[in-house]
Structures are given as C-alpha cells and as structure tokens.
C-alpha cells in the first residue's frame, strides 16, 4: 500500500512537516524526547548496532533487553509494499488483545490509522534513520490504547532495509491530548546518532 503525504489528515501532515523541519535543523534531541527508559534503552542498542554497522536482522539479540521482550514487533515490509507483523510481543498482544503475528497491519488497525503507519513505516524504510510517534490504537472505531512507539531501521542479508524493530510501550495522556488524536511525530537526525 502506497500511501503519500497527500493522503494524510491536516493533523498528521502538519505534525509531518513539523518534525522534518526539527530532524532538518540538526540534533533534535531524539534519545530525550523518547521519555520512556524502555524506549531509551531500545534505541540504545539499536544505536551501537549500528555504530558498529550491525544493525542486521541477524545481528540483534533479544536477551540483551530482556526487559522489553513483550513489548517488541518486527515488521516485515513486503515487496508489494505491504507490511506484515513477523512478531508481536506478548505485552504487545495484550495491549491489542489478540496475538498480530504474522497478519499485515490492515488486518487489525482502523483503516484511517493504518494509512498514517504506512506512511510513517515506509519514511523510517526511506530516511534509514529512527522514529517515534504517540498515538491511539483504534480497532472498530473504538480506543484501545493510547502507545509510544518506536521504529528503527534493520537490515537484511544484503543490506536492504526490509525490516524495522519496534518498541511500544502504554501511554496515558492527558484529556487534552485525547482530544487531539495523534500526539508526536518525531524524527531523528543523522546527528542524534
């Protein structure tokens, strides 16, 4: 599924252009903004990864952030452009209550909610560099969760990016916020790593 910026609601394109024109000024100070130790501590290991040009599929080791083994995905984005979930963590699931693994992101999101993740999935694809957004999880027009979450970049065999590790952790934001739908979108810059 091809989706563009055009396609995007006035909120999320604004929240677009804000967060390329932040990664664009320089350091946005990325790791910060994460807030969550979790989310911190996943991008951490995914940065030396990457420092020391790892940042394989075959190169990551679970055991090494054991704390957040239930609150990972792996996403496989497809030659067609689908993207399907490879793996679902157990937290994961329960958030979403029912296990995602193996279905592609359509398959269990409210259809104005996954054009917003295609087309942030595929930027993270394209950039090669992080992202993390909040936003609500709806599933049939209602509220499931409200989640941090953050996508890295991993590569395959051959050096294409195909796949991108997540980290989704529970938010409880304030009724304000609530009201806005998507809270953040946040770009890294290739002076956050």
Known sequence: MLVKESDLSDTESRLWHQAKESAAAGPTGFRNRLEDRGL????DYWRRLRKNYDAAKSAFDPLEIPALLGHLQIFEILANGRIRVRLSGIHTNEMIGRDVTGQFIEDHIEF???KLRYFL??????RELPLFYTDCVRVGHKDIFWSRR???PVYDTAGECRYLYSAVKLYNPSDEE???GLIDIVLSSIHDL
């Open 121 to 126: 999935f595929n930027e993270v694809k394209k």
């Open 40 to 43: 911190q501590q996943f991008f």
């Open 112 to 114: 104005n909610h996954v």
């Open 178 to 180: 609530k009201s806005a």
């Open 150 to 152: 953050l996508l890295t």
